[in-house]
């Protein structure tokens, strides 16, 4: 018996309530019996003393038995003048949770509900609070990594911006203006690369007397190189007439928009009204009496009365003239007006034949580095002197450069100078690509503001949870203790455990 008797009680929190209905410890209908004590607290508390504790007491959120038992406690030193000679309190208020006790403690109801506050406090509220807990972590630790996305691609995209205007050479202040301002440097660089076309003299020189030999080709190799060679960066009039203009007419280029938005430059006006009006006649106006050359009248001439005009009608002459020979007075006007360089079809000539130079010149460095080629070199004993008298590093000198004219031509900036010449609109649609990227820089700048506005939201959130995370904590510990005393009495005190409780 005492070796049974030391043998501790091990309950399953969560089979507590069906462990104390099965032992009879509890009426299987104590709900209904705690829902009449419920409204008998309620009735209770609206009239109590000024008592500090008692107003702890009330303050909880759920007020169970062992409440009712301390508050019964406090009311006798309050109430202690409502004694009489029989030890009964005529106070309304003591009786009130005298009763209340008593109700309680018939059939054990008071031990079902807190068996039930119990096991909601354990399975649901705890687990709920700190999933809320938990989720206000993670919502802090994902705006924390948003933010700091947000952050980063607003910096990358402002980078990208400041990149792509050093990129085209300019601040970035004002787009628009600035790539406008990029031409009036274009004419000096294209000038300064038609000098230097000047030297490619020997390279010309050697590919013609290369292609002759070895090819026996007799018509003009390179014709456009040749020519910014030996006459520079001259007018494309000059090229293509052979004479030099007596004056130049160039267009000059419109003027570039203020970097604006959309909204800014959209006129609603309502000149839609006149082309509605215009739209019903195309234009045409009707009068009478004209004379449209048709007669109702039939003739002998032609027998369907129509007179069609052509006989007194004197013939016309038409003189065709061939295109781009409109400047009969030798002033160059519009393409003609542009130098070899500025124009986009001459230019594009000017590079096909730089680089079909370099090809020869670094085929022709491959073949010479080739020593043991007894073919070639008897090949080439005949060859004229001056393709016997270059070396392998005359001739990458050579390269050298032609590849520099090649790079300064085709290079990135020099690109985009070639478009901003040629189309307005290509201004207006790099400014427009440039400003996104700014504006999408702003939005992140913003939006990564807000992720900060929300992860202050979910802090405060956990800040209010923590605390109610740590009250529910100290009323399982005072509710477990409570009902392991109260079972462990009704078995001669033997230790009682129940399992499962998660603070």
Same mark, same amino acid.
């Given at each position: 018996?005492?070796n049974?008797?030391?043998?501790?009680?091990?309950i399953?929190? $969560?089979?507590?309530?069906?462990?104390?209905?099965?032992?009879?410890?509890?009426?299987?209908?104590?709900?209904?019996?705690?829902?009449?004590? /419920?409204?008998?607290?309620?009735?209770?508390?609206?009239?109590?003393?000024?008592?500090?504790?008692?107003?702890?007491l009330?303050?909880?959120?759920?007020?169970?038995?062992?409440?009712?038992?301390?508050?019964?406690?406090?009311?006798?030193?309050?109430?202690?003048?409502?004694?009489n000679?029989?030890?009964?309190?005529?106070?309304?208020?003591?009786?009130?949770?005298?009763?209340?006790?008593?109700?309680?403690?018939r059939?054990?109801?008071?031990?079902?509900?807190?068996?039930?506050?119990?096991?909601?406090?354990?399975?649901?509220e @705890?687990?709920?609070?700190?999933?809320?807990?938990?989720?206000?972590?993670?919502?802090?630790?994902?705006?924390?990594?948003?933010?700091?996305?947000?952050?980063t691609?607003?910096?990358?995209? /402002?980078?990208?911006?400041?990149?792509?205007?050093?990129?085209? @050479?300019?601040?970035?202040?004002?787009?628009?203006?600035?790539?406008?301002?990029?031409?009036?440097?274009?004419?000096?660089?294209?000038?300064?690369?038609?000098?230097d076309a000047?030297?490619?003299?020997?390279?010309?020189?050697l590919?013609?007397?290369?292609?002759?030999?070895?090819?026996?080709?007799?018509?003009?190799?390179?014709?456009?190189?040749?020519?910014?060679?030996?006459?520079?960066?001259?007018?494309?009039?000059?090229?293509?007439?052979?004479?030099?203009?007596?004056?130049?007419?160039? $267009?000059?280029?419109?003027?570039?928009?203020?970097?604006?938005?959309?909204?800014?430059?959209?006129?609603?006006?309502?000149? @839609?009204?006149?082309?509605?009006?215009?739209? !019903?006649?195309?234009?045409?106006?009707?009068e009478?009496?004209?004379?449209? @050359?048709?007669?109702? %009248?039939?003739?002998?001439?032609?027998?369907?009365?129509?007179?069609?005009?052509?006989?007194?009608?004197?013939?016309?002459?038409?003189?065709?003239?061939?295109?781009?020979?409109?400047?009969?007075?030798?002033?160059?006007?519009?393409?003609?007006?542009?130098?070899?360089?500025?124009?986009?079809?001459?230019?594009?000539?000017?590079?096909?034949?730089?680089?079909?130079?370099? &090809?020869?010149?670094?085929?022709?460095?491959?073949?010479?580095?080739?020593?043991?080629? &007894?073919?070639?070199?008897?090949?080439?004993?005949?060859?004229?002197s &001056?393709?016997? $008298?270059?070396?392998?590093k005359?001739?990458?000198?050579?390269?050298?450069?032609?590849? !520099?004219?090649?790079?300064?031509?085709?290079?990135?900036?020099?690109?985009?100078?070639?478009?901003?010449?040629? $189309?307005?609109?290509?201004?207006? /649609?790099?400014?427009?690509?440039?400003?996104?990227?700014?504006?999408?820089s702003?939005?992140?700048?913003?939006?990564?503001?807000?992720?900060v %506005?929300?992860?202050?939201?979910?802090?405060?959130?956990?800040?209010?949870?923590?605390?109610?995370?740590d009250?529910?904590?100290?009323?399982?510990?005072?509710?477990?203790?409570?009902?392991?005393?109260?079972?462990?009495?009704?078995?001669?005190?033997?230790?009682?455990?129940?399992?499962?409780?998660?603070?």
């Amino acid at each position: 018996m005492e070796n049974i008797q030391n043998l501790p009680i091990d309950i399953q929190t $969560s089979k507590l309530l069906d462990w104390l209905l099965d032992r009879r410890h509890c009426n299987v209908k104590w709900q209904s019996a705690v829902k009449t004590i /419920r409204e008998k607290i309620n009735a209770a508390i609206q009239d109590m003393p000024e008592n500090e504790e008692i107003k702890q007491l009330l303050s909880g959120s759920y007020i169970h038995y062992f409440h009712c038992l301390r508050i019964v406690e406090i009311l006798k030193g309050t109430e202690a003048s409502s004694k009489n000679i029989f030890g009964r309190y005529s106070s309304q208020r003591m009786k009130d949770w005298q009763e209340i006790v008593t109700l309680y403690e018939r059939d054990s109801v008071y031990l079902a509900e807190v068996a039930s506050l119990l096991i909601r406090n354990v399975s649901y509220e @705890g687990p709920a609070l700190r999933k809320q807990i938990a989720k206000a972590q993670q919502l802090q630790q994902d705006l924390t990594r948003r933010e700091l996305e947000c952050q980063t691609s607003a910096t990358d995209l /402002r980078e990208r911006y400041y990149a792509a205007c050093k990129q085209y @050479g300019i601040a970035g202040e004002n787009v628009s203006h600035e790539l406008q301002a990029l031409l009036t440097d274009l004419p000096a660089v294209l000038e300064k690369v038609g000098e230097d076309a000047a030297k490619l003299e020997e390279q010309i020189q050697l590919y013609g007397t290369f292609t002759k030999f070895v090819c026996e080709w007799t018509k003009p190799i390179l014709p456009m190189l040749t020519f910014v060679q030996k006459r520079g960066n001259t007018t494309y009039y000059e090229w293509r007439t052979g004479n030099v203009p007596t004056a130049v007419e160039k $267009s000059v280029p419109a003027e570039a928009p203020p970097d604006t938005t959309t909204e800014d430059v959209i006129d609603w006006g309502d000149s @839609g009204k006149e082309i509605e009006a215009q739209s !019903d006649n195309f234009g045409i106006t009707v009068e009478d009496g004209v004379d449209w @050359g048709i007669s109702l %009248e039939t003739t002998s001439e032609d027998p369907s009365g129509i007179d069609w005009g052509d006989s007194e009608v004197p013939p016309i002459e038409i003189e065709i003239v061939d295109a781009g020979t409109d400047c009969l007075d030798g002033v160059a006007r519009g393409e003609d007006g542009l130098t070899m360089l500025e124009n986009s079809q001459s230019r594009n000539q000017f590079i096909d034949e730089l680089m079909e130079l370099e &090809v020869f010149l670094t085929q022709r460095m491959n073949e010479m580095g080739e020593e043991a080629d &007894v073919v070639a070199m008897s090949q080439f004993q005949l060859a004229p002197s &001056v393709i016997q $008298s270059q070396t392998a590093k005359h001739i990458q000198e050579m390269l050298t450069e032609v590849r !520099d004219l090649l790079d300064r031509l085709t290079s990135l900036r020099m690109q985009h100078l070639f478009m901003i010449q040629a $189309s307005p609109r290509y201004v207006e /649609r790099v400014s427009e690509v440039l400003r996104q990227k700014l504006k999408q820089s702003d939005i992140l700048v913003l939006k990564g503001a807000k992720m900060v %506005e929300k992860r202050k939201e979910a802090l405060e959130e956990q800040s209010t949870l923590e605390p109610r995370v740590d009250l529910l904590a100290g009323c399982i510990r005072e509710l477990q203790k409570l009902i392991e005393a109260d079972i462990s009495k009704r078995y001669h005190n033997r230790p009682v455990n129940l399992m499962g409780v998660n603070i």
